[in-house]
């Protein structure tokens, strides 16, 4: 039987429902987050509640628990289900309403919480890498909400059908004017020499929780980055291209329009940092259990 938290309760998953009135499911009112799960532990938990929280706040949707109501949640979940190694998604709908557009706060949200077993091998994507692919679906951020994981995706999904060979292969989103935007699930980057650039979130792209981390990683490791408008052409004189999100950490891109990319000094020199940075945590959450 596979449980699941839905509105403080574990039930089974199969006996989850929820409002076909729900303005989840008739207007996609609503975030998640994606939280990568080391161990027994939730990594970067209070800043994936953070952003879950400020996109509640942006749709008016009350926030059902606090921080520690969410993580004791969490914990028990873990614990029963004994998944050490894998993911966890985080849910909120808006909650039933009926027909129409609301116009106040949202009182009574719906929460879920799921966990999955990891999908891949822990190294496996740093190991093999991906190749990326042009979607001609740009980055359509929806007004006011793309720095948060809503409920509303229909932009990524009509991008992830494009690319056959997912997620062998990540898609590229452009921006309408066709700079560099974003992964369909990720957040990009690039380096030429020992200089690192990423798309600014001024361009309307996730405030990705990976993005931030590898941002204050470089710093730590007086690596110069910056943000910005950037162009395909600037990836074809990129030394190296990679991709990142929660679950997949940091991952190499090895084909780009054709060519190979075979450097990954940078790269290795952040994940080595990454990896590092989560033994070091584990550590430490172990000392404090």
């Not at 879950?52 to 993580?71: D, F, K, N, V």
């Not at 990009?188 to 990976?210: H, Q, V, Y």
């Amino acid at each position: 039987m596979s449980v699941m938290w839905m509105n403080g309760e574990l039930i089974d998953e199969q006996a989850a429902s929820i409002s076909v009135l729900d303005h989840g499911v008739l207007y996609g009112i609503g975030a998640f987050e994606t939280i990568r799960i080391y161990e027994g532990h939730p990594f970067l938990l209070d800043d994936h509640l953070d952003r879950l929280h400020s996109g509640l706040e942006r749709m008016c949707i009350r926030a059902p628990y606090t921080h520690e109501q969410w993580r004791e949640q969490i914990q028990k979940l873990i614990a029963i289900t004994a998944q050490k190694e894998g993911t966890l998604r985080l849910t909120v709908t808006a909650g039933k309403e009926g027909l129409g557009l609301a116009t106040r706060v949202y009182e009574n949200p719906q929460t879920m919480i799921f966990i999955r077993p990891l999908p891949h091998g822990h190294h496996t994507w740093f190991t093999q890498g991906k190749q990326l692919q042009v979607c001609t679906v740009p980055r359509q951020a929806v007004g006011g909400a793309e720095s948060f994981k809503t409920a509303n995706y229909m932009n990524s999904v009509l991008a992830r059908q494009e690319i056959h060979d997912f997620p062998r292969t990540e898609g590229l989103m452009l921006t309408p004017e066709g700079k560099l935007a974003e992964g369909i699930v990720s957040n990009l980057f690039f380096a030429k020499g020992n200089t690192i650039f990423t798309p600014a979130r001024s361009l309307g792209i996730l405030d990705g929780i990976t993005r931030r981390f590898l941002i204050q990683l470089a710093k730590q490791e007086e690596l110069k980055l910056i943000e910005g408008a950037f162009t395909e052409i600037d990836l074809d004189e990129a030394d190296e291209i990679w991709v990142t999100n929660s679950v997949q950490e940091i991952v190499p891109i090895i084909t780009w329009r054709g060519v190979t990319k075979t450097e990954r000094t940078v790269m290795n020199q952040l994940y080595k940092r990454y990896q590092l940075y989560t033994q070091q945590q584990l550590l430490t959450m172990e000392q404090l259990s």
